[in-house]
């Protein structure tokens, strides 16, 4: 991916912006991969640990949402289920050798991930930023 690309995507918290920009590099590979018509099994290896570092980072997410205690962390960890479930179905269709439109899921697929960054986890990022006084989470005693 692109560097300016990488940064638009940048969210000012370290764990979350290294995560995502591995993730994305991931994903461009996995991409690179379709495009050059790769087997399948290696295709299907790829996506695997994909899904993995996807799982890996989407339960770290969680976690510091719940110790921020993060009010909408349930409906955001929603999305992550879905992310989740749309890869776990192109492997499905990549195992079983049914899948002839990859290249647009891929496609699906990232785009998917850089509206959640933009949208889910920037409102996380932004609370995080604000701090707990501002969200209420804490109050200031006199
Ligand atoms: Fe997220
Ligand atoms: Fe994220």
Redesign the pocket.
Known sequence: MQTKKIESLLLSVPQMDDDHTALITQEDEFSTAVAADAPRAELFVRLTQLIEAFRYH?DC?ESMMRSNRFKSWKR?AQ??LTLIEQMSWLRDDLAAGTVNQCGAMVLCMRDWTEQ?IIG??KR?ACYLHEGPVANGIFSIVG
């Open positions: 989407f997410e955001h999305e992550h959640h889910a986890d996380f």
